[in-house]
């Protein structure tokens, strides 16, 4: 009943690993969520946001300025 059963120890250990992994995913993504319904609020609401989103991820400029996008490079 210990190693041969379905509900033997290693197939128990098995299980709470990946509960244990699922849990942690769930937490993850219940905190994106709230950054991101936040995020939607603020850019519903508020001009300067909907403004550093447009330059920060499309790059977007004002007529009378230059845009320098600076990125890491990993070394390899």
Same mark, same amino acid.
């Given at each position: 009943?210990?190693? +041969?059963?379905?509900?033997? +120890?290693?197939?128990? $250990?098995?299980?709470?690993? &990946?509960?244990?992994?699922?849990?942690?995913? %769930?937490? +993850?993504? @219940?905190?994106?969520?709230?950054? /991101?319904? %936040?995020? /939607? %609020?603020?850019?519903? +609401?508020? #001009?300067?946001? $909907?403004?550093? /989103?447009?330059? &920060?991820?499309? %790059?977007?400029?004002?007529?009378?300025?230059?845009?320098?996008? $600076? @990125? &890491?490079?990993? #070394?390899?």
């Amino acid at each position: 009943m210990c190693f +041969f059963d379905r509900y033997d +120890f290693a197939t128990q $250990i098995g299980y709470q690993q &990946e509960r244990n992994k699922l849990e942690l995913e %769930k937490e +993850f993504y @219940s905190t994106e969520t709230d950054n /991101i319904e %936040k995020a /939607i %609020k603020d850019a519903q +609401f508020n #001009p300067g946001e $909907i403004q550093r /989103i447009a330059r &920060e991820r499309y %790059k977007m400029k004002k007529a009378n300025e230059d845009v320098y996008v $600076i @990125s &890491e490079v990993d #070394p390899d």
